[in-house]
Every structure is written in C-alpha cells, then in structure tokens.
C-alpha cells in the first residue's frame, strides 16, 4: 500500500531540549562527528489504492491543521514514500 510521509520540525528559533540533551550524549557515547541535533516528528500516512494529486494535498492539508503545531513548528515535506508504493 501507498505511503504518505509528513515530516515535521520545530522552528529553528523554538528551543529543543529534547535535541541538546541527545547532542550532549552522543560524544559521551562516542559519537563525535556531530556539533548539533534537531529531533522532530515524522508521521506515515497509509493509502487504500492511488495517491492522486487530491489525496497528496490532502495530506499536505492534514499536516498544516492538524500533525504540526504552526506556532512552534514548521512541515517540512510531505511526499509519496516510493518505497511502499
């Protein structure tokens, strides 16, 4: 089955304290490549049958209303995972 996929992050001036605290661990885990990290959402969206252009913007509809809080984060794709399709 079809796979929509809505990934979500916060604004880049809405504090993350879930992506400082996993920043501040990787190096203690070994992990030193990294300066920073962001953590933000990603949802999968199931379709019966085809994604039609009408159901994409649905879902674009979906992530603007309803899977992202538009004061605090922004959507940041919403695309056809053509894995699943």
Not at 3 to 21: C, F, N, S, T, Y
Not at 39 to 50: A, D, H, N, S
Not at 56 to 62: K, M, P, V
Request: aromatic residues 4%.
């Amino acid at each position: 089955m079809p796979r929509i996929i809505v990934e979500v992050m916060p604004k880049p001036e809405i504090l993350d304290p879930q992506g400082k605290a996993i920043a501040s661990a990787l190096p203690h885990l070994g992990f030193t490549d990294f300066s920073g990290v962001r953590q933000g959402k990603r949802f999968e969206l199931t379709v019966e049958g085809e994604v039609t252009e009408q159901v994409l913007e649905s879902a674009r509809t979906a992530a603007a209303e309803m899977l992202s809080n538009p004061v605090i984060e922004d959507v940041i794709s919403v695309r056809v995972d053509e894995d699943a399709a």
